[in-house]
């Protein structure tokens, strides 16, 4: 029997390429593979409503020309060099049971295609399923009945050797995390996976689509969430950059987060040249002179007295795409107050102005010490989002609620 892990690693080698070697015929042998792999596929009732036409440049050109010429413009220059086209057509009615709409049936033969395309990764075919055609002359040209729905059409090759591929990895996913970010109005969208060291690893990905070494709110939800289900007061947190975060439950809906031992020289940050990273050599309009702190991810943080004042949407993505920092930068306008709170305001990488940023608190508390603002290593760091209590005392500490939305 197929280990589970067998089974995800066929999933992730599974792709839609877009270069097939055109001198490469499917044998017979591999396409009767593929349809038994679809014959298998579950269905409501064991109906099978799906059917499939297929046209094999080797056996029949006139029918794979004919199919090839129904596709949008755009698939026809790489779908041209496939073997084999096929219709995916759907039963509109169950067959089997008699007269009555099938409502399942474009789920099941959804399911079908997906195992004929799983199936031909087993056999070192790439499968790629399209949209764009047009329905109306396949139906003209094939003679397709009216008891069926038109679903895709999938093309079957073998694929050209040395084409760049974009596999699955659990490193580097394939979903487009920029239109998720975009559709739910987020900052961040968090991926949270098994970890050899921690209780869990997480995968975090900025609003652009970029991936981001660290998370401060991020871990402090994922924190509660994993405590919650598994009934206890503390877990860990694995990142990309090997950090090893601890979680503590400190109130109903309260968290504690250890984010670790802030990096303040030069190459740790990074930048670019070698700096004194409490004076760097910045200054834009308003700002200048700011510290760099290194919290898991890049930091600079400038100090001011009026935050109001300073125009953080015009400058925050020249000073993101500065040439003193080769991975981009998180910027924190802070403002210390006679209290020794710190108002802080952040243009954080990837996303722009966001309402919270758990690691720019700990770096604006880390530079305010620093340059002799604070005389306690431990305050409160009030953000547009909400305050956050942050402590340095060798590692640097962040305790504050979450809440849903």
Not at 35 to 48: I, K, N, Q, Y
Not at 89 to 111: C, I, M, P, Q, V
Not at 246 to 255: N, P
Request: aromatic share 8%; with cysteine.
């Amino acid at each position: 029997m197929m280990s589970k892990q067998d089974l995800l690693s066929l999933m992730k080698a599974r792709h839609s390429g877009r270069s097939y070697d055109t001198t490469r015929a499917i044998s017979q042998e591999d396409m009767d593979i593929l349809m038994e792999a679809v014959r298998l596929t579950p269905s409501c009732f064991g109906d099978e409503p799906w059917r499939y036409v297929i046209c094999n440049k080797q056996n029949n050109q006139s029918a794979w020309e004919k199919l090839l010429n129904c596709l949008d413009k755009s698939n026809q220059k790489w779908a041209k060099d496939a073997q084999v086209l096929i219709i995916s057509l759907s039963a509109k009615n169950f067959r089997k049971r008699g007269k009555g709409e099938n409502l399942w049936a474009s789920h099941d033969t959804g399911a079908a295609n997906y195992a004929l395309m799983l199936q031909a990764a087993s056999v070192n075919l790439m499968a790629h399923q399209m949209g764009g055609f047009d329905r109306d002359k396949i139906v003209e040209r094939f003679n397709i009945s009216d008891d069926f729905n038109v679903m895709s059409v999938i093309a079957v090759g073998y694929e050209e050797e040395g084409a760049e591929t974009n596999s699955r990895s659990t490193n580097n996913l394939d979903w487009n995390y920029r239109q998720i970010a975009d559709q739910s109005s987020c900052d961040q969208v968090i991926i949270i996976t098994m970890s050899n060291a921690a209780d869990c690893f997480i995968h975090i990905y900025n609003a652009d689509g970029s991936r981001a070494e660290m998370c401060g709110n991020a871990a402090r939800c994922v924190g509660y969430l994993i405590m919650s289900e598994k009934g206890t007061e503390y877990i860990t947190i694995e990142l990309i950059n090997k950090r090893i975060l601890e979680c503590f439950k400190v109130g109903d809906k309260s968290i504690k987060v250890n984010m670790g031992k802030p990096l303040l020289k030069w190459h740790e940050i990074p930048l670019s040249t070698d700096c004194d990273t409490l004076h760097l050599p910045i200054e834009l309009e308003m700002l200048k002179d700011p510290v760099a702190v290194n919290i898991g991810n890049p930091h600079i943080v400038f100090f001011v007295d009026n935050m109001s004042e300073i125009p953080l949407r015009n400058l925050g993505p020249k000073l993101e795409n500065h040439v003193l920092f080769p991975q981009k930068i998180n910027i924190s306008i802070a403002q210390v107050e006679k209290s020794g709170e710190i108002a802080l305001r952040v243009w954080e990488r990837g996303t722009g102005i966001t309402a919270s940023c758990g690691s720019a608190a700990c770096a604006a508390l880390v530079a305010s010490t620093l340059r002799g603002y604070l005389t306690a290593q431990q305050t409160s760091v009030d953000l547009p989002g909400g305050k956050l209590l942050i402590e340095w005392a060798n590692n640097v500490f962040m305790t504050g609620d979450i809440g849903f939305l």
